[in-house]
């Protein structure tokens, strides 16, 4: 197995919604932060990474079909060039409504429990420190940060390697680029802010 599909946008643009769209389409994992949060394992190889030690991709992501989300979204440059043949996959949002979205989930910060939640956390703190920006609160910091990442990303990756793409424009782009046929499903619609909390703070509503 190997990546066919590099996510390079940001978290809560779909991202989840494109795991599950992936994993339909290709047939195998695609990793997400999901997967870090079941496997403590590449907490410190992703915090490696961001330190600029980077792991044997093909071994590390080994199990892989495809890629999106953090991590791996601020590794864009290094996975783009250990798989030549991948997909870049870059999602957007209205700025707007993706900081509103994010600073209600994922920049919130993060309540430290135990030594796996400190592990945890170093490696968010290291990866959007050297790799994007921590003001997690400070929306204009933020949506900078957003628009430069996804400027780079348009302006470095070849175009006939690169997709655009929102989620509300479904199958379509992702399977032509592909060459995959259309599925017959719906497009997944998955991880709300609510569904969000249900996983990481049961009882709490938004």
């Known amino acids: 197995m190997t990546i066919q599909v590099i996510g390079a946008g940001l978290g809560r643009t779909g991202t989840n919604s494109q795991k599950l769209a992936l994993q339909h389409l290709l047939g195998g994992t695609c990793h997400h932060m999901f997967e870090v949060g079941q496997h403590r394992d590449q907490i410190p190889i992703w915090t490696a990474a ?17 890629i999106v989300d953090w991590p791996g979204c601020s590794f864009w440059p290094e996975l783009m060039h250990a798989y ?11 700025y707007d409504q993706w900081f509103e979205s994010a600073s209600q989930t994922i920049f919130e910060p ?3 429990s135990d030594p796996a939640d400190a592990a945890f956390e170093e490696m968010w703190l290291e ?15 933020m949506i900078t940060a957003a628009k430069a990442h996804n400027e780079r990303v348009i302006a470095e990756v070849p175009a006939e390697r690169l997709l655009v793409w929102q989620v509300t424009e479904g199958w379509g782009p992702i399977c032509e680029r592909l ?11 998955s991880n709300s802010r609510q569904e969000f909390w249900d996983k990481y703070d049961p009882g709490r509503t938004t």
């Open 110 to 112: 993060m309540e430290v």
């Open 127 to 141: 990866i959007t420190g050297r790799r994007f920006s921590t003001d997690f609160q400070n929306k204009r910091a």
């Open 179 to 189: 060459n995959l046929p259309v599925p017959s499903i719906p497009f997944p619609r």
């Open 84 to 94: 030549p043949d991948a997909l870049v996959l870059l999602s957007v949002r209205d």
């Open 50 to 66: 961001a330190r600029g030690d980077m792991p044997d991709w093909h071994k590390f992501l080994q199990d892989f079909s495809a």
